[in-house]
């Protein structure tokens, strides 16, 4: 008699009568027995193969199912097979073999399907991308017609530009009829890009010149070189350059991709494409030198580091790449050290030499030189690899220049840069007859872009952006169709028209800087948060000879140090400040503080250039769940005031003290109100303040709406509990009189044209100030003026001071703060030169004796 036996998920037979036992936990059926097998021969045979060939299988099946869903290993129980006989005894009804392969087929199925809903939401910022594949240079059939293709133009990043094809002896163009994001595709890969983030027509890099090589290109974005695509032929067309296509590639580079140069007699006419570049130091005393000045100038071809020959490197060539990493100069090196290590090890050259201008803001703009391998016969005779010196900008010096800011004051700068979230960027701003104004963006680009940060100390520029991108500024705009060499010392050196006719601030430009590399973001990390843009702040410091990750402590943990934290790691701008994070678990091995008493002015590159104790920790909250945390944010509001409303507003009332019950439990009087009696009056020094939303997120109350506190005598609901603080300062700086406005109402009183209004505080309505609004406080409401029953008649200084707290996180606080001059003669009051924090030159802002600007000085 022949009994069946399942051993996990194997069939076997036994002769007799041998124990099965069976037990089910979970779904699970597993059948225990012998493998002895009997039969007839064939039978026998066939049970075998079976069995082996369903083991395999099924191993098979347990990885990827255990690696695909990271549960329990399904088992599949499959049936005896053909002529095979279940025993009686079995409890369990099972499939047959024939038709486990169905039931596997349709699991699979479903755990791709399970996948595939989750495609389209890729992988979030901060997280690594899936590991792509490495470039294969590709194959062309000797039909294919040979071509070379750059990006040109009237660039504003170095990845993106005119398409231009070089055929024939002769760079053209391609018209943009018919383009797809698919055409951009197959140039960006070609050129050696990751991808095509987008194309544009209509020549919006310029018109280019010579022949229009292609027009009505179809391709499907899987072509090896654009001359695969179907299209109406080469220089078949009949398009204008007005119709010149323009794309947008991705910064990433394909991992791997090698230069192939199929037009070997036109080297000089071909922009260079390289996957990477590097500064690598070779002298012990620059490895250890944070950022790294000096070194081999090694590019990344075929995935392999080689060094470029110095026979044909000239001085722009280093200015270049020197620019690339951020530094604003190059300079002379010792030679002789080179040329000793260069002898102990043989480098590896590069295929070709560069050529560069020396304004170019990148590599990848530079032309080729004579390839090597011809000229040199495969070696840099006489030569030695290419070496850089560099010249890091102030901020960025390693040892700083105590002897000379001694000897020398510093100038006033002639331009800044206002808004930005990390260092390096931000609107552009340049200081005219003592004034400071914008830039207006038409024809802004990468050049005029570059001599400004070179102006600023930093290297050459990312990008130039417009239509106010980072801020809108305020003031005049100073100037307009900026076009500089690229050597300029500065941007006011630069040809413009003094004429702004027709720009605003929506057209104010602003940069990108290339900026050192300072290794800030490796000694710290966020921990625990839902994305990469929270979590705990925990640090990297040295303990017993040891590097040790840990907490920071939440004791006046606040806006200013959250802003510095997101600018170290380059998330942008800080959101909240967190002073608890127990909802944010972050590394157990991390919670011990290791920093304490940081106090930031919100403008440092890193948490440990802020004030703190040092290896001296005091915390009495400690770490774990109490230790500080951020939420970062790559956008936030921006609140200026307009002074003008205020100089045209501002007048003189009396008013008695029975008509300001509710101003006086509020305490906007002065404190001498509390021992006069109710028929007495208040001198009260009344103005408009109208509150404009410059930057590029909207302005929201840190409170919640389940947190604001009702005001039964006003019957409003106050958001912030001091939004404005109003001051009166004599000329010596001593402040003689004082008022505040708590947010009872934030929202949009005018728009400009084609904004909404989005906040409204009827009805319990949300609170805020949209970008491009303003809220406008009329005079003549509750604590809108200052109490100056007290004063005596003389000159003053007025000051507002907006978001006085940094409740909420701002782009710029430099600007929450606006200055008058005030003239009180005991009957009338005058406002006059009223201005923004930082609106005004160095030596107008000292002509307001006593005063500082809305910084974190005082805290």
């Known amino acids: 008699m022949l009994t069946q036996v399942f051993e996990g998920s194997n069939v076997a037979s036994q002769v007799g009568s041998a124990t099965s036992t069976s037990r089910a936990v979970s779904g699970e059926v597993i059948f225990k027995g012998g493998r002895q097998w009997a039969g007839p021969p064939q039978l026998r045979s066939e049970a075998r193969r079976l069995h082996e060939k369903e083991r395999k299988f099924r191993e098979k099946e347990k990885k990827q199912l255990t690696l695909g869903f990271g549960l329990y290993t399904v088992l599949l129980q499959p049936a005896g097979a053909h002529?095979?006989?279940?025993?009686?005894?079995?409890?369990?009804?099972?499939?047959?073999?024939?038709?486990?392969?169905?039931?596997?087929v349709i699991v699979l199925v479903l755990f791709e399907l399970t996948l595939a809903q989750y495609e389209h939401l890729g992988y979030p910022p901060g997280y690594p991308d899936p590991e792509q594949e490495h470039y294969v240079a590709p194959q062309l059939s000797p039909d294919t017609p040979r071509i070379q293709l750059r990006l040109a133009g009237d660039k504003r990043k170095h990845n993106e530009?005119?398409?231009?094809?070089?055929?024939?002896?002769?760079?053209?163009?391609?018209?943009?009829?018919?383009?797809?994001?698919?055409?951009?595709?197959?140039?960006?890969?070609?050129?050696?890009?990751?991808?095509?983030?987008?194309?544009?027509?209509?020549?919006?890099?310029?018109?280019?010149?010579?022949?229009?090589?292609?027009?009505?290109?179809?391709?499907?974005?899987?072509?090896?070189?654009?001359?695969?695509?179907?299209?109406?032929?080469?220089?078949?067309?009949?398009?204008?350059h007005s119709e010149d296509v323009g794309v947008v590639c991705s910064d990433k580079r394909i991992p791997g991709f090698k230069f192939v140069n199929t037009l070997p007699n036109h080297v000089e006419n071909l922009d260079i494409q390289v996957e990477d570049v590097r500064i690598r130091a070779i002298l012990s005393s620059y490895r250890k030198r944070i950022p790294?000045?000096?070194?081999?100038?090694?590019?990344?071809?075929?995935?392999?580091?080689?060094?470029?020959?110095?026979?044909?490197?000239?001085?722009?060539?280093?200015?270049?790449?020197c620019g690339m990493f951020g530094f604003p100069g190059e300079r002379k090196y010792n030679a002789r050290v080179y040329k000793m290590f260069a002898r102990r090890r043989k480098p590896t050259y590069w295929d070709y030499a560069v050529n560069c201008t020396g304004n170019e803001a990148h590599l990848s703009s530079c032309k080729l030189g004579q390839a090597s391998s011809l000229k040199l016969n495969e070696t840099c005779a006489g030569g030695l690899p290419v070496v850089?010196?560099?010249?890091?900008?102030?901020?960025?010096?390693?040892?700083?220049?105590?002897?000379?800011?001694?000897?020398f004051r510093q100038e006033q700068p002639l331009v800044r840069l206002r808004g930005g979230a990390i260092v390096g960027e931000g609107r552009v701003e340049v200081l005219k007859n003592g004034e400071w104004g914008t830039i207006c963006d038409d024809n802004w680009n990468l050049l005029s872009a570059t001599v400004v940060c070179r102006e600023l100390g930093f290297g050459t520029a990312i990008e130039a952006l417009s239509g106010g991108r980072l801020g809108q500024g305020m003031g005049p705009v100073h100037m307009n169709e900026v076009q500089c060499t690229g050597f300029e010392k500065s941007i006011t050196e630069c040809v413009f028209n003094k004429e702004a006719l027709g720009c605003s601030h929506e057209e104010d430009a602003a940069v990108r800087c290339n900026v050192p590399s300072m290794g800030f973001q490796q000694s710290l990390r966020l921990s625990g948060g839902r994305n990469p843009h929270e979590g705990r702040v925990e640090v990297l410091v040295e303990r017993n000879g040891s590097l040790v990750w840990g907490t920071v402590c939440s004791e006046s943990w606040g806006t200013m140090e959250a802003m510095v934290v997101c600018r170290q790691l380059g998330l942008g701008f800080a959101s909240n400040a967190f002073q608890e994070t127990w909802y944010w678990p972050g590394e157990v091995?991390?919670?011990?503080?290791?920093?304490?008493?940081?106090?930031?002015?919100?403008?440092?590159?890193?948490?440990?250039?802020?004030?703190?104790?040092?290896?001296?920790?005091?915390?009495?909250?400690?770490?774990?769940?109490?230790?500080?945390?951020?939420?970062?944010?790559?956008?936030?509001?921006?609140?200026?005031?307009?002074?003008?409303?205020?100089?045209?507003?501002?007048?003189?009332?009396?008013?008695?003290?029975?008509?300001?019950?509710?101003?006086?439990?509020?305490?906007?009087?002065?404190?001498?109100?509390?021992?006069?009696?109710?028929?007495?009056?208040?001198?009260?020094?009344?103005?408009?303040?109208?509150?404009?939303?410059?930057?590029?997120?909207?302005?929201?109350?840190?409170?919640?709406?389940?947190?604001?506190?009702?005001?039964?005598c006003h019957r409003h609901y106050h958001s912030m509990e001091v939004f404005t603080l109003y001051d009166l300062f004599s000329l010596n700086g001593t402040k003689v009189a004082e008022g505040h406005k708590a947010s009872f109402c934030l929202e949009d009183s005018e728009c400009d044209e084609g904004i909404e209004k989005r906040y409204e505080c009827a009805n319990f309505g949300d609170q805020g100030i949209t970008v491009g609004c303003w809220d406008t406080y009329r005079h003549d409401i509750d604590c809108q003026w200052v109490d100056i029953t007290d004063i005596k008649p003389g000159d003053y200084i007025f000051q507002i001071v907006i978001n006085p707290n940094y409740e909420v996180p701002e782009s710029d606080y430099t600007n929450n703060i606006m200055k008058c001059r005030c003239r009180y003669d005991g009957h009338r009051v005058w406002m006059y030169s009223c201005h923004n924090g930082g609106s005004l030159s160095t030596e107008t802002e000292q002509t307001f004796p006593g005063l500082l600007n809305n910084q974190v000085t005082h805290r």
Not at 89 to 99: D, I, Y
């Open 161 to 240: 530009g005119r398409v231009e094809v070089f055929y024939n002896n002769e760079w053209g163009t391609v018209c943009d009829d018919d383009f797809t994001i698919h055409a951009a595709q197959v140039v960006c890969r070609e050129l050696g890009y990751l991808e095509a983030i987008s194309w544009s027509p209509s020549s919006k890099y310029g018109k280019g010149q010579g022949p229009i090589w292609f027009d009505n290109l179809h391709c499907t974005g899987k072509e090896k070189t654009l001359a695969l695509c179907p299209s109406n032929g080469i220089g078949v067309s009949d398009c204008k």
């Open 292 to 321: 790294v000045t000096e070194g081999y100038v090694e590019v990344k071809d075929g995935g392999k580091w080689k060094q470029i020959c110095n026979t044909e490197w000239t001085q722009l060539d280093s200015r270049v790449i």
């Open 388 to 407: 850089v010196s560099c010249v890091p900008g102030r901020d960025f010096a390693p040892t700083s220049m105590t002897g000379f800011r001694k000897a």
């Open 83 to 104: 002529g095979l006989r279940r025993d009686k005894k079995t409890p369990t009804k099972m499939l047959s073999t024939q038709h486990l392969p169905c039931c596997t």
């Open 589 to 712: 091995s991390a919670d011990n503080v290791v920093m304490s008493g940081v106090r930031c002015s919100g403008t440092e590159m890193s948490l440990s250039h802020c004030l703190h104790h040092g290896a001296h920790l005091s915390c009495a909250k400690g770490g774990g769940r109490n230790a500080a945390g951020v939420s970062c944010s790559e956008t936030a509001p921006d609140l200026v005031l307009n002074p003008q409303v205020v100089e045209q507003t501002t007048y003189m009332e009396d008013r008695p003290m029975f008509m300001l019950q509710c101003a006086h439990e509020e305490e906007c009087l002065s404190s001498t109100a509390n021992q006069v009696p109710a028929n007495s009056y208040r001198r009260l020094l009344r103005f408009s303040s109208q509150i404009h939303n410059n930057g590029q997120s909207d302005f929201r109350p840190k409170a919640g709406r389940h947190s604001w506190v009702w005001h039964d």
